[in-house]
């Protein structure tokens, strides 16, 4: 499955604004735990998967752009998420589809619902941060900022060629 984009309106008052992120009306996917990631400018974190895991992701505050890349189509597909807008902008990723997102604000904060309780580094993929086949062309205006994880992970090459 390619990544499904799902926009919704926000409203917006004199004191600010509210909407929602998910419903589970609009959803097949059974969701059992939410996380929270907050960052500062130039954090990258990943690229990371797992073979059971629905993610629905989306930016509570600041800019981050996501890169996704299904392992099993080979597509990356590349989003800025943008918490400050006038629409809240959720994707939804398939298990077995990496994904990766830098902070282009000077913070942000960053959402995601998991269909499957988080089972520690040991059960995830990584792929390293700046992998050439997947090309996420970060922006490097800023700095990077990268875990020892995602700099010294292996390269898609390398997780594909395991994975067989």
């Known amino acids: 499955m390619s990544d499904e984009v799902h926009t919704k309106s926000k409203y917006f ?4 604004s509210i909407y929602s992120l998910y419903k589970e009306k609009n959803f097949e996917v059974n969701f059992v735990e939410d996380k929270i990631s907050k960052s500062y400018q130039g954090v990258i974190r990943g690229f990371h998967s797992d073979e059971n895991t629905w993610k629905l992701i989306n930016c509570i505050h600041g800019k981050v752009k996501l890169v996704t890349y299904d392992l099993e189509k080979d597509v990356r ?4 998420l943008d918490g400050d807008s006038e ?3 959720s994707v939804l990723i398939s298990p077995n589809t990496l994904n990766a997102h830098q902070c282009l604000s000077s913070m942000c904060v960053f959402h995601y619902k998991w269909s499957d309780y988080y089972k520690g580094t040991d059960n995830q993929k990584s792929v390293y941060y700046n992998d050439p086949d997947i090309n996420p062309k ?3 205006q800023f700095g990077i900022i990268v875990s020892k ?3 010294l992970a292996d390269s898609l090459q390398k997780l594909k060629e395991n994975d067989r």
Do not use: L, P, T
């Open 13 to 16: 008052e004199n004191r600010g």
């Open 149 to 151: 994880r995602d700099m």
């Open 87 to 89: 629409n809240s902008v």
């Open 138 to 140: 970060w922006d490097d």
């Open 77 to 80: 597909n590349s989003y800025i």
